[in-house]
Nanobody, 123 residues
Framework: QVRLVESGGGAVQAGGSLRLSCAAF???????MGWFRQAPGMEREFVAA????????LYGDGVKGRFTISRDPDKNTMDLQMNMLRPEDTAHYYC?????????????????WGQGTQVTVSS
């Protein structure tokens, strides 16, 4: 059974940084992994994803140049380094995985979801 557990959320001022982590259990190393986020009253939004070998990465337009996704396949963990945070980055962030090495920004293509972790950025 696949289980994704996020950590590292919190509150930070605009311009600050946070690092989110996701621990994957029961997940093959060949799975793609990524992050989505959802702000109150908004639809879930693609943030970033990478293939199992980390050779392919995708970023949402709103985070390019500020966020960096990485993973350690040996430990089955994935991180999201978030720099230059803005109030509009405030959201619940979800770790996701899919049973394919191909990564896509489409929400329904992701098989597994964690419970999420809250990120709050104040101005």
């Amino acid at each position: 059974q696949v289980r994704l557990v996020e950590s590292g959320g919190g509150a930070v001022q605009a311009g600050g940084s946070l690092r989110l982590s996701c621990a994957a259990f029961g997940l093959s190393k060949t799975y793609g992994m990524g992050w989505f986020r959802q702000a109150p009253g908004m639809e879930r939004e693609f943030v970033a994803a990478l293939s199992w070998s980390s050779t392919r990465t995708l970023y949402g337009d709103g985070v390019k140049g500020r966020f960096t996704i990485s993973r350690d396949p040996d430990k089955n963990t994935m991180d999201l380094q978030m720099n230059m945070l803005r109030p509009e980055d405030t959201a619940h962030y979800y770790c996701v995985a899919r049973s394919s090495s191909i990564v896509v920004p489409t929400m329904h293509e992701w098989n597994y979801w964690g419970q999420g972790t809250q990120v709050t950025v104040s101005s």
